[in-house]
C-alpha cells in the first residue's frame, strides 16, 4: 500500500484515535503529521510491508509521538514561580550559598543555571524553554558558571 493512500485510509480514524488517546486535539494533530513525515522517511520499508502491518506501524509511530510531546511537556516547567528553596541540599549552607550566587546572577544567565542544576535539562532542552538556540543556551550557561567561580573567589 502506498503511504498517500494509507494517508487517505487511516489519517482521520488515527487523528480520531489519538484524541481520545491524549485528550488533547492539537497535539493529536501533531503526532498524525509526525507518523506520516516519519512514514515517508521510511517509506520503501512500509510500502514493502502487508496493509495491517503498516497500519499498525502508523498508530504505533503516533502514539509514540504523543507519548513523546507529553513527556517533554512534563519536563518544560514555567521558570515563573519556581524557586531553589524546592530543591534538598545535604548542608543547608550549600543552599544559602547556591542562592545567594543564583540571585546574583542577571536572568537572563540564572534561568540556564536553574534549568540545567536544578531540574536537569539539557542545552536542547534549556533552548526550547527559553526560546533561544541551544548553542546560546550552551554560552548563557558558561558565562553563569565563570561568573558563580569568580563570586566564590571573591572577584
Same mark, same amino acid.
Given at each position: ?64 509521538? #504523543?507519548?513523546?510531546?507529553? @513527556?517533554?511537556?512534563?519536563? +518544560?516547567?514555567?521558570?515563573? %514561580?519556581?524557586?531553589? &528553596? =524546592? !530543591? ?16 546574583? #546572577?542577571?536572568?537572563?544567565? @540564572?534561568?540556564?543555571?536553574? +534549568?540545567?542544576?536544578?531540574? %536537569?535539562?539539557?542545552? &536542547? =532542552? !534549556? ?17 553563569a558558571l565563570g561568573l558563580? @567561580? ?6
Amino acid at each position: 500500500m502506498l503511504i498517500d493512500t494509507a494517508y487517505r485510509k487511516y489519517s482521520g480514524p488515527m487523528l480520531q484515535a489519538m484524541i481520545r488517546f491524549s485528550r488533547d486535539e492539537t497535539a493529536a494533530n501533531d503526532a498524525v503529521s509526525q507518523a506520516f513525515t516519519q512514514a515517508l522517511v521510511n517509506r520503501a520499508m512500509l510500502e514493502a510491508m502487508p496493509e495491517p502491518a503498516m497500519k499498525a506501524w502508523l498508530y504505533a509511530a503516533a502514539r509514540n509521538a #504523543l507519548v513523546d510531546m507529553k @513527556r517533554k511537556e512534563a519536563r +518544560l516547567v514555567s521558570l515563573e %514561580g519556581s524557586s531553589p &528553596a =524546592e !530543591i534538598p541540599f545535604n548542608d543547608p549552607s550549600d543552599r544559602i550559598l547556591a542562592e545567594s550566587m543564583l540571585s546574583r #546572577l542577571p536572568p537572563g544567565l @540564572r534561568a540556564p543555571v536553574y +534549568l540545567k542544576y536544578y531540574r %536537569g535539562f539539557n542545552s &536542547a =532542552e !534549556i533552548g526550547q524553554a527559553m526560546h533561544i538556540p541551544a548553542s546560546t543556551a550552551r554560552t548563557r550557561l558558561r558565562t553563569a558558571l565563570g561568573l558563580m @567561580r569568580a563570586m566564590m573567589k571573591g572577584d
